[in-house]
């Protein structure tokens, strides 16, 4: 703990968007494994699930008519449309996890993220790109779930979403997961050095303290031009 100031010790809200394929969760989970501090908030959505994901651990799934059940019961902090099929966060254990101190992920659609913008403006928003959008192709193609028709769609929809990176704080490239992780750790630790984190600046020390450490100061100084003088 630092002797001059003490922060407000609360974790940091932090909102990953990005094209479709452009490798959000690949990123975050990265970033999780080597931040003991750091959580990822599970989303819940209505697509289908994928080869190799699991109920529970990459998303919660559920059908369209039981995420239009949740909505009319309040359970999402955000939830958004996106190709047909809804995207959303569950409210339960974030603000937790935010009071322990520990930096919380939410990788979400651009019309969720603006959401929370609204309700969270102070939470860190990321914008991930690929190297180019032949790259982002290659890598929805190479994914092997979708048909030519969904990989164009996704493709027209990524083209679109390219132009919402103004309203994010941050642009990161996500060219080499390596990299994409150290900027995403950059970022994270120059957001805890703002100013507005600070509940407190302790400058009550006594006066005869500070005028004690002046008047030393002063003396080695006078000791040091006496003994240049003296040469």
Not at 20 to 49: F, L, P, Q
Not at 128 to 148: F, H, I, M, Q, V
Not at 201 to 216: G, I, R
Request: proline share 3%; charged share 30%.
């Amino acid at each position: 703990m630092s002797e001059i100031i003490k922060t407000n010790g609360l974790g940091s809200l932090v909102v990953i968007s990005g094209p479709s394929g452009v490798g959000k969760d690949t990123i975050v989970n990265e970033y999780i494994k080597s931040h003991s501090n750091a959580w990822i908030s599970i989303s819940m959505t209505s697509r289908d699930i994928r080869p190799g994901e699991e109920d529970g651990k990459d998303y919660y799934f559920v059908s369209n008519e039981e995420f239009e059940q949740k909505i009319e019961e309040g359970y999402f902090l955000e939830y958004a449309g996106y190709v047909g099929k809804y995207y959303g966060t569950p409210k339960e254990f974030i603000n937790e996890k935010l009071k322990a101190g520990i930096d919380v992920f939410l990788v979400i659609e651009i019309q969720g993220a603006m959401q929370i913008k609204e309700l969270i403006p102070e939470a860190i928003f990321i914008f991930l790109l690929p190297p180019s959008l032949k790259a982002l192709k290659s890598r929805l193609t190479k994914r092997g779930t979708d048909s030519k028709e969904k990989i164009m769609e996704r493709f027209k929809t990524a083209y679109r979403e390219m132009n919402e990176v103004t309203k994010y704080n941050y642009v990161v490239i996500n060219d080499e997961i390596e990299s994409t992780v150290k900027k995403i750790e950059a970022i994270l630790i120059s957001e805890k050095c703002r100013a507005d984190r600070i509940e407190e600046v302790f400058l009550n020390t006594e006066e005869e303290y500070m005028h004690e450490m002046l008047l030393s100061d002063k003396d080695m100084l006078n000791k040091v031009v006496e003994v240049k003088e003296d040469m």
